[in-house]
């Protein structure tokens, strides 16, 4: 079974000069190559952290920030066909002809359009709590935007997770999920028990932070989405599963129903009372990444 590892060796990033436009990006493992595209706010340390659970040598993982991320300009590459495209050149570029593609929320209109507009290139593909409609940002009270927006707020959760992670954790897993208070305590004490969970969780939260690294792509990224009137989803040849929680606050488990209606063939894995970040803090998170990777490797 996979095992998540968030304690490897930060990867080493590298910038590809594609036909179009320079992308930051790392390949991790040896085998099937897998392209990992983080969500938003994200990076390439919020793709790593995404693909730990991917053995190193079965998956050669490729990780990237996407525009507007990190080490990649935004540039023109605003729109989802254009960083779709850019997905193929960093392909291009690397002298892969297929890959599978493995997405999560705000990674999910590129990896999609990526299958749309390139369906050679794409061998598989896992859509985990990924963007498929038209998506607009929930509310947020004003201690949140403090909290991601600011110096001083991204000081007090690196506070937080140093010194009372059970707090940290019960504060992500609150924010990205609708659980009863009960549900809530419950998934908060499985997740520290779990080294590896509990790791994950204290390890994305500086990935999604919007600071001047990250903002102009998030920014982006909203922009793109609420302008999204179809992704084209029934012109999806390449096979496909869906991962979606069902307590998930931050995408509406809609838009993955959605996907899994709209692409032939399509296969839907539901985890009851999971968050947006099920697939790694579920108490059925090991099975369903095992899922995920025999998926990816055709098995």
Known sequence: MPTQNTNRPEPDRRIAETS?????????????????????????DAAALMAGFLPRDEIAAVLLSRPGYLGTELGDRRAVDQQADLLA?????????RAGVFSWSGGGPSGYRLAVRHPDRV?????????????????????????FTTGAGQWLLRLLAAHQPKQYIAGSLSS????????????????????????????????ASQDRTRRTGYRNDLDQFAAIASLELEKITAPTLVVQGTADSDL???????????IPGATLLTLDTGTHLALFTHPDATAAQARVVDFLLHR
């Open 252 to 262: 509406p488990p809609a838009q993955s129903d959605f996907a899994a209606r709209t």
């Open 123 to 147: 061998a598989a593909l896992v859509a985990n709590a990924a963007v498929s409609q038209a998506y607009h940002l929930p509310h947020q009270d004003l201690a949140s935007r403090l909290l």
């Open 176 to 207: 990205e999920g609708d659980l009863t208070k009960e549900q809530l305590a419950q998934r908060v004490e499985e997740v520290f028990a779990d080294p590896v969970k509990r790791d994950f969780v204290l390890a994305l939260g500086p990935t």
């Open 89 to 97: 050149a960093l392909l291009d570029h690397l002298g892969i002809d």
């Open 20 to 44: 179009l436009g320079p992308v930051e990006y790392a390949v991790v493992g040896s085998g099937a190559p897998v392209v990992v595209l983080h969500g938003s706010p994200g990076g390439i």
